[in-house]
C-alpha cells in the first residue's frame, strides 16, 4: 500500500534561541521509511538537531534555533509502492536590536530548481524631506514561486 501522511508537519514561527519540533505519522505496507529535507536537501542531523521516533511518531527536533534554521522543513514517506510528503515552513526571528544588513542582488539565481528568488523589479530611490515631514518609499519586488514537486 502507498503510504499515506497521518500527521501532517505545521508551521511555525519562533524566537531566536527556542527549541522547534516538528512532528509526523505516516503509513503503509511495507512500513515506509522516513526521511527529513530542508530547503529540498537532505537533513543532517547534529548535536543541535535531533531525529527520533516513539508510538510511530517521528519528531524532528531542533535544540536552540537559529536564523539560518528557517526554511522549508519536508518529511518524505517512501516505500517500494510508491512516496508522498508533508511539508512545513520555519520562521525564526532573531534580536530585534541587533537587525541584520540586507543585501539585494540584481540577477540573483536560483538556489534550486524548484524555487526563483524573488527579484527588485523597481529599486528605491533617494529622498529628501524637511525634518517632521513623512517620507514614503516604495519599490517593487516580484515574489518567488515555488514549483510544483514532481
Request: negative net charge.
Given at each position: 500500500?502507498?503510504?499515506t ?19 509526523t ?48 522543513y ?64 516604495e ?12
Open positions: 500500500m502507498t503510504p501522511i497521518l500527521l501532517n508537519l505545521k508551521s511555525l514561527k519562533v524566537n531566536s534561541g527556542d527549541p522547534v519540533k516538528f512532528q505519522q505516516a503509513k503503509g505496507d511495507p512500513a515506509p521509511v522516513l526521511t527529513w529535507f530542508k530547503d529540498d536537501e537532505p537533513l543532517v542531523v547534529s548535536e543541535r538537531v535531533k531525529e527520533f521516533v516513539q508510538d510511530g511518531i517521528h519528531t524532528l527536533l531542533i535544540m536552540e534555533s537559529i536564523a539560518a534554521d528557517s526554511g522549508c519536508e518529511c518524505v514517506a517512501e516505500n517500494t509502492h510508491g512516496k508522498t510528503y508533508t511539508r512545513a515552513y520555519l520562521n525564526v526571528i532573531g534580536n530585534i536590536s541587533e537587525p541584520a544588513e540586507a543585501q539585494v542582488v540584481d540577477g540573483a539565481k536560483p538556489l534550486s530548481s524548484k524555487h526563483t528568488q524573488p527579484s527588485v523589479e523597481v529599486s528605491l530611490t533617494d529622498q529628501t524631506a524637511k525634518e517632521g515631514s513623512s517620507v514614503k518609499f519599490c517593487t519586488i516580484l515574489h518567488s514561486t515555488f514549483a510544483d514537486r514532481k
